[in-house]
Structure formats: C-alpha cells, structure tokens
C-alpha cells in the first residue's frame, strides 16, 4: 500500500496587533461564527522566577489575583464572571501566568474591566493569603499527596534533570515556603512582574475589531506603564552521562518510569524543535505508533505510554530549557530497566533505518486534528495566542503550526532520534509502595 | 519617584452588558436508516474537522465481559490488526476509541472532515467484524486489570463507588467497575457472542458534528453503515431506587491527608418541569464557583480546593451529588457547613440577585457548550441517548428563564434538603470519626 498523503488543512484566523502606551501588548482574532469570547491575559512569570525559600509562590500568587482587587470586593470577580455566563480560571507554567475567562459576547466589556482593575492592582490583605495558603495546601493534598503518582513525573523529574534553583525546584512548593509566605513578599511580586510592559492581553471570537481596540484602550489605557523585568539566563549545560533515580511511592500499586531528554531552544531554534515534537508523536501516538506497537502490544512490559514536549505536555509555550519526555507505567514486577533499553532500542532502529512508507505523514495529519480541535475553542486560541505574542511575538503562528509539522521530513526526525542518547537521559523510576 | 501623579478618577463601575445574543440551534437533519441505526448530523463549519459519536445502548451488560469488549474492540477484524486499523485512521488525522458505562458503549472520534468516508468505513469494519483476537485480548485483560488497580488506589475512585453502592443498592448501576479477577475470567469467544447479541444498530444513535453539509454527511454514513445489520437482544433498565437517607457511611483509609465527602441528594430528569428550577437551586448551593458551598468552604475557611455539586442524568434516572476533598483535620467541620448551607438553602429562598446570577451562568453556559463541534457533539449524543434532540435546548433555556424564586426555592425543599441526603465519607476514620459522630450517626466499613 502506498502512502497517500492527506492534506494539511490551516486556519485562518485574523490577527490584530497593537501596544498600548503603557507597553502593554494586545491581540485581537475576531470570528464571528458564534456568539461567545475567550479573553486571556498572560504574565511573563512563572515557576522558574520564584525567589529561593519561596517555592510556590508564583502559584500561590495566581490564587491571590483572584482575592479582589482596586475596586472589586473579595468573591466579586467570580460573581461578575459567572453572572455573565462565563466561566473563567488561571494557570502558572514554568514561563508564564495566565488568567482567562470564555464568555458570551455581550460580556466583552465587563471582562475588560475585571482584568484591568487587577492589573492595576489585586487587593493582598493578611486574611486573603493565609486562606488561600490554605486552599493552595488541599489542592496540593489532591493533587499530589493523597494520591498514588502524586507530582510524576513533572514535579519529581526536573531536580533529576536540573541543577539550579530554577529549573529543578519543586513548582508546587513545600508547606514551610508557603506558610512563610507574606503580604509584602506578594506585593514585591506583583511590583516586578506583574508590569503592564510585561503581560500580553488576548481577545477572540464573536468581536468587532474597531470596537473592540476602543474598549481596550478605555479600560487598559491608564494603568500605570512599569516596564518588564530583565528576564535572567535560565541556561543550563546538557547532561553528559545518564542520571537515575528512584523513589518509593506509598500509595502507587505498580511501578512506573519516566525519562527524558534535552531538546533545542524551541524560541530561538524552532526549526530544529519541531522534529522532536513530530518524534514524539511518532514514538507514542496511539496503536499504531512505535512504541506502543512494541513495548505495549508486543513486549506487554508496560501497559501504558505517553511523550510529549515540555514538563507541563506544552510545546509551543515554554522556553529553553525543556525536554522531550517518555512516560510508562509497568505491570506488577515489572522491569524498568529492561523498557528503557528497549526505549534506546527502538530509537536506535529509528535513527538508522528510518521512518516506514507512510508513518510519518499519518502522524502529521493527526497532530494536524489535534492542533485544529484545540483552536476551535475560541479560548484556546486567545490563550496559544497570547503565549506566542509574549514569547516569540508571532501570534500568528498559531495559523501556520499544522503546516509546519506536515513540512518535517524524515531525515529530521531520524536525526532527532539519534540524539536521544542514554548519556543525555535523565530518568525517574517509581517504585510502589502500595499494599495491594 | 517623586513628583509622579496617577490619574485620580474615582472608584470605577462595572459596565453593563451588552443585549444578550438569542441561542440559535445550528442546522442539522437526522434519518433512521433500514438498519435501525439513526444518524444525527449537525453543521458546524469552524474548522475542518468532523466529530463522530456512536451510541450503542448497552444496559444490563455483564460488567466483566462489557469492560473488556470495550478495551478490545478496536483490537483486530477479519481483515485488519489494530495496527492497520489505527494506522488507517490516523492517515485521515482521525482516532477512534470505545468506552462504556451501565447504559451505553460509545464509540467516538474526529478527524479532518476529508476524512470523514474513510473514518466511517473503518467504523462499520469494527462495528461488523470485530474478530477479538486471542493475543490481543490477552494484553489488553492484563492492561484493564492494571489500570482497575490504579483505580483502587485513587480516593475519588474508591469514593465513587462506596457512594454508587449506598445510592442504588441493588439497581445494576450500584457497580460499575469489575473487579480484576472477573476480568481475568473473560475469554474472546465470550466477547465474540456479546458483540453479536448487542452490538446492533437497532436503537444505536450516530452524531456527526462539523464542517459537514448535514444531508450529505447522513447519505455517507447511510452508505457506509447501512449494510450493519443484525437484530439482537435489548435491555431495559428498572428505574433507579429512591433514595434511601440513613447514617453516615465512613469507609476508612488509614493513613487519608484528607477526607473524600459525597453527598447524594435526589434529582429528576432533563423533561421534568421540576429540572430546570432544581438546577438553578443547584447552582446557588455548590454548582458554580459564585455559589455559596464554595464560597464558604473554600474562600471562607479553606477548608478544600475544589468543592462541586451537579445533576447526573442516566437512562434510568438522575441524582444530585456533591464532592469535596476536605483536609482530615477538618472533615467535621466541612460536614457541618456542607449541611448548613443545603439547609439553608432548602428552607429560605434564595435572594432575588443570586437567582439572577445563577440564570445567567445556566444561559451562558449553553451558549459556551455549543460553541465548539466536541461540545456540541457531546450534547447531542447525551441528548440523543436520553431521547432528546437539540431543540431541547431552546426549550430548557426557556425553562431556565422563566423559573421564579418561588420556583427554586420550593424545589430547593423538594430536593435539597439535607434529611433526603445520603452521605459517604472516605477517609481515616480513626481521625476523623468524633467530628463527624458529633453531627449524625456514623456506620464505618473497612475500604474495599
């Protein structure tokens, strides 16, 4: 059977971009086909900003943006949200904050106005930070401590893989460096990061254009200009001989191990990135990808497999450095060791025979839906947008990406292949420690 | 600085809203083919893509032999691997998966709408011979046994099913997950005489959303699944039990940072003049983030991170039910303002500005859901399932409009109302049984 290449489809989603006098960066993409919005504003801060002695607070720090704010009342921001139809939320990644509401179109405005009053300042009071260290604490518990694979391997890889502060610390935080967090410390935070000259405002669907820079500029015009902060060197040497550890988890029936490998600067280097976010999909996309073919279905020495880009599985929002990750879980007794030799196996065998007849265009059609479906939410695309404003400032990309991957050629994923080395590998085994 | 001077221009208020956009159905048709399989296609030209959802009913399944024809089903025909299959699929950008629950197998998928021939065609290869080869049943019963152990060691899971049993006692929806000797027990021929007796097109409901021409997209799965055939057995279910309130059940997990608290209450279905009203009285009590349960347990007291209550609708009938992971420490208290704000709730009417904020949320929400094709997929096939078609919505947010705080309040009593509770906690009981004993009456059992 011959491979017959399907054709990519892309977007078009029209782009506007402006800066406002305070050096705040905006991006409209208007689509009227439904009656709703996706409004994002995204901070240039994340994980790997926090002060030593403070891990978590850039997380903590979101939940405080949430607490009031100049002339919002505690709860009034949720009330405002909902009570338009909306629904909203706020995330913290290694390299941005965001907060985001998707609303029906009538609701522009207001949403405008919640997230100017904050960026013009949350209100940080004594009460409001003690509780939501307290809630930040159960989502921790939730999330992490009271179930089996708490935290892996995103929160337990990076101090394999890492040295510094940065890059290695827990992102979540401990409970000392949360419960010594204080008012003055959020207001030192939100001072320096929370600048308008560093944060993008992203605005999609069901807009008018003309009516929709006039509204920006009304309620984002006069918040105080602060320019962004210098951004430091997060660099870190590649790793030259392979790092391993292991840790019990109480709660986890069955073992499970993760790995990864340093990829190129994805900003910087986009066009030697893209070939690993293809292998990655190559390698574990579904049934009838490489590994899952042999380690899944042939093998049976893991029963479940994952790769992606990024700690956080977000290949077009982070910066250098990140990694290209493999994760597995293994039956009972199950031999980490010998699924890793298998993992270096296998992309020996890629590297050096190559992609079958046809293997690379199916994986490409389907990041292709993949790429598609998560842009048909208009507040995916106000969100993907934002981060490729702040970090690359090409929203737009967002229109090209699924022609991009269909134009990675074979030879590039078999030179990515041939860099996944067991010298360069960091990896994570869990050990489980549950009675049943 | 000195001498800088921010522009003093008072407190500001919030804006108005604009005037509301009406909901507006998108277009779609439906045709019940000679087979008895009806397709529902809908048009929603975003992006090039198209959403598939097949609804098989599938009540009163044997649950062992139900689980794993869903986790094998893809895996081999007559003609393909599941290699070939999935590879075949991804070729068109698409995917398909099976899933099951007490009233229907589900299979669903999407991929670029050039696809969309190709997609269905691999569809009725699975859905007419689906051959469950030995090998590969074989991995995949090791692969289900494992992931149900993950489960077991998850808290919501365990939860979840010490609340499905206390709800629906012997109703076949009290057990939903097999246990892994069961699936052991599964061999393909058993799975072979399963998909003949009920994987049948008679009642079996296919929702195709996206960049289609409605027409067209039915004449092509008319093309490609007409020749699936075969008349088997049908289920019905028996409605649910009401149910039932009596003491606490603690299910004790030695060693739990934290308590899993569910709360059943009673409920009705999408059709009952009662729906509407009971989900606005919902939304007030724990259904949204503005509500007054998250309001108080977690912005108040910080007692949980992420507090929810909502309406489950089956086939055989709804129930309310509210979740929350409260701190060990705090499991007492976190019942005591959880019952507090239900009885509240169902005793005193709601004020005229909370109803008003819960209607926008329930009208705003639609509009949200429908405006992607996986929502709308999603909604149809939940509506298709249930007997409903998408013109319901307009009704239901007619419904939503008009409720009145008499309305909401009397079905507040009706069905709120913290005597008609049944509760389950999950946690360490030896921690946290004195606060929740000083409250109700506590019946403790070891976790399963």
């Known amino acids: 059977m011959t491979a017959r290449r399907s054709r990519i489809p892309a977007t078009k989603y029209p782009v506007e971009r402006f800066t406002l006098d305070n050096g705040l960066r905006v991006v409209l993409t208007p689509d009227r ?10 901070y240039d801060v994340g994980i790997r900003s926090e002060p030593e002695g403070r891990t978590g607070f850039a997380h903590l720090f979101e939940h405080l943006m949430f607490q009031g704010s100049e002339n919002l009342e505690k709860l009034a921001h949720f009330r405002h949200v909902q009570g338009a139809g909306g629904t909203f939320n706020g995330s913290t990644h290694l390299d941005y904050t965001d907060y985001f509401e998707t609303l029906p179109s009538n609701a522009l405005e207001r949403a405008l106005f919640l997230e100017a009053d904050r960026m013009r300042g949350p209100r940080l009071t004594e009460e409001n930070l003690r509780n939501q260290v307290d809630v930040v604490k159960e989502e921790i518990r939730v999330n992490v401590l009271n179930r089996p694979y708490g935290g892996f391997p995103w929160l337990t890889l990076p101090p394999v893989m890492f040295d510094t502060f940065p890059n290695a610390h827990d992102g979540y935080g401990s409970f000392d460096d949360l419960e010594s967090a204080t008012v003055a410390d959020a207001a030192d935070f939100f001072r320096r990061y929370y600048a308008s000259g560093n944060a993008v405002l992203a605005v999609s669907g069901d807009i008018d254009v003309a009516e929709a820079t006039e509204l920006v500029n009304r309620h984002f015009g006069d918040v105080p200009a602060r320019p962004a902060p210098e951004r430091p060197d997060f660099t870190e040497p590649d790793l030259t001989a392979e790092r391993r550890t292991a840790y019990t988890d109480a709660l986890a029936p069955l073992p499970a191990v993760a790995g990864a490998w340093r990829v190129p600067d994805p900003v910087t280097d986009f066009a030697g990135y893209l070939p690993y976010v293809v292998l990655a999909e190559v390698l574990t996309d579904g049934d009838a990808s490489r590994l899952v073919e042999r380690l899944v279905q042939r093998d049976r020495t893991v029963t479940s497999l994952g790769g992606y880009l990024g700690f956080m599985g977000d290949p077009f929002d982070v910066r250098d450095p990140t990694a290209l990750l493999l994760q597995a879980h293994l039956p009972p007794g199950g031999d980490v060791d010998k699924v890793l030799r298998t993992i270096d196996e296998e992309l020996d065998r890629l590297a050096s025979d190559g992609l079958t007849d046809g293997e690379l265009a199916r994986t490409q059609a389907r990041m292709a839906t993949h790429l598609l479906r998560d842009t048909d939410a208009v507040l995916g695309r106000a969100l993907r947008m934002a981060v490729l404003e702040q970090q690359r400032g090409e929203p737009g990309l967002l229109n090209e990406l699924p022609r991009l991957v269909g134009e990675v050629t074979e030879e590039q994923v078999r030179a990515a292949a041939a860099t996944l080395r067991p010298e360069r590998r960091a990896a994570i085994e869990v050990i489980a420690g549950g009675v049943r | 600085m000195t001498g800088t001077t921010i522009a003093s221009v008072g407190p500001r208020t919030l804006p108005p809203l604009g005037p509301t956009r009406k909901l507006k159905v998108p277009k779609q048709a439906e045709r019940t083919l000679r087979n008895g399989l009806t397709v529902i296609a809908v048009r929603r030209p975003a992006v090039p893509l198209v959403e598939l959802r097949l609804w098989v009913p599938f009540g009163r399944v044997h649950l062992a032999r139900g689980a794993m024809l869903s986790q094998t089903m893809l895996s081999g025909t007559d003609s393909m691997t599941s290699v070939q299959i999935a590879a075949e699929l991804q070729k068109v950008g698409g995917g398909l998966s099976a899933g099951v629950d007490p009233d229907r197998l589900m299979l669903s998928g999407a991929g670029l709408v050039t696809g ?239 109803l008003e904020q819960a209607r926008q949320y329930a009208l705003g929400t639609l509009q949200l859901g429908m405006s992607t094709q996986a929502g709308l997929a999603a909604l149809t096939s939940a509506y298709a399932g249930n007997g409903l078609r998408l013109d319901f919505l307009a009704e239901y947010a007619a419904r939503l409009a008009k409720a009145s705080i008499d309305d909401v309040a009397q079905a507040a009593a009706r069905y709120l109302a913290p005597a008609r509770a049944a509760i389950v906690v999950l946690g360490d009981a030896e921690r946290v049984t004195p606060g929740l004993a000083a409250l109700t009456t506590v019946h403790t059992e070891p976790v399963s």
């Open chain 2, 116 to 354: 969309l021939d190709r997609m269905l065609e691999l569809l009725a290869e699975v859905l007419t011979s689906a051959s469950y080869p030995s090998d590969e049943v074989a991995t995949e019963r090791d692969r289900l046994v494992d992931r149900i152990q993950v489960a077991q060691s998850q808290p919501a899971h365990l939860a979840r099913e010490a609340l499905l049993k206390r709800v629906y006692g012997r109703h076949p929806y009290a057990t939903q997950t097999p246990e892994p000797g069961q699936i052991r027990a599964v061999r393909p021929a058993a799975l072979r005489t399963l998909h003949a007796e009920r994987v049948h097109p008679v009642g079996a409901q296919l929702v195709l959303v996206g960049d289609v021409q409605p027409e067209k997209a039915l004449d092509a799965a008319e093309r490609a699944l007409g020749g699936w055939a075969g008349a088997g057995r049908t289920a019905d279910l028996p409605a649910i039990p009401p149910l039932e309130p009596g003491p606490l059940l603690l299910v004790d997990r030695p060693g739990s940072v934290q308590s899993s608290l569910r709360i059943a209450l009673p409920a009705v279905s999408r059709t009952d003049p009662d729906h509407a009203p009971l989900q606005l009285a919902n939304l007030i009590f724990g259904g949204y983030f503005s509500s007054r349960w998250v309001e108080n347990i977690r912005e108040d007291k910080g007692y949980t991170y992420g507090p929810h209550s909502g309406i489950e609708h089956s086939v055989a009938g709804s129930v309310l039910v509210a979740a929350a992971e409260v701190a060990t420490e705090v499991t007492g208290p976190a019942l005591l303002e959880t019952t507090y704000e239900l009885g509240r709730l169902a005793s005193l009417p709601p004020k005229p500005e909370e």
């Open chain 1, 33 to 42: 086909s439904a009656p709703v919005i996706g409004v994002a504003v995204v």
